[in-house]
Structures are given as structure tokens and as C-alpha cells.
């Protein structure tokens, strides 16, 4: 089982790494873990907008400047 604390504006949440059939759509847990998902995606939005931002002023600095390089499956999974 894998486990991340996060604090998110004083709360503190504590993900579980499971299904949504593991708690079943339970009432109990729907509330929260939209929350949490909502949570998840601004902030992954935020980071694709940094990214793309960084990438296009190193783009408009330089024209040879290798985006390629950057633009793989480690780089992503790492953001």
C-alpha cells in the first residue's frame, strides 16, 4: 500500500493508492474524494501551464533550444 500525506489549506489528507471499487462509492468517502481529485487536477493543470510556459520562453530565448529532449515519458511522469 502506498501512502502521501498532504496538507491542502490547514486540512490534512492522507491518500491511499486503491480502486474506486475498494471503497465502493461509499457516501462516506464520495465527498472527500472529490475534494481530493479536484485538488489533483488543478494542481496538474497548473504544472502542464508552467511547463508549457517555461518550454515556449526557452523557445522564444533560443531557436535551437531542444525541446525534444525534454518532451518523454520520464519527464512527464516526473511533472
Known sequence: MSTTGILVS???????????????WNV?????????LNFIHATATQ????SKF????????DASFDIASYINKEFFSEV
Request: hydrophobic fraction near 35%; charge should be negative.
Open 47 to 50: 504544472v502542464y501551464s508552467l
Open 10 to 24: 490547514g486540512d490534512r489528507f492522507l491518500s491511499v493508492k486503491s480502486s474506486t471499487d475498494g471503497i465502493g
Open 28 to 36: 462516506q468517502y464520495r465527498e472527500r474524494l472529490e475534494t481530493f
Open 54 to 61: 517555461i518550454f515556449l520562453c526557452a523557445l522564444h530565448d
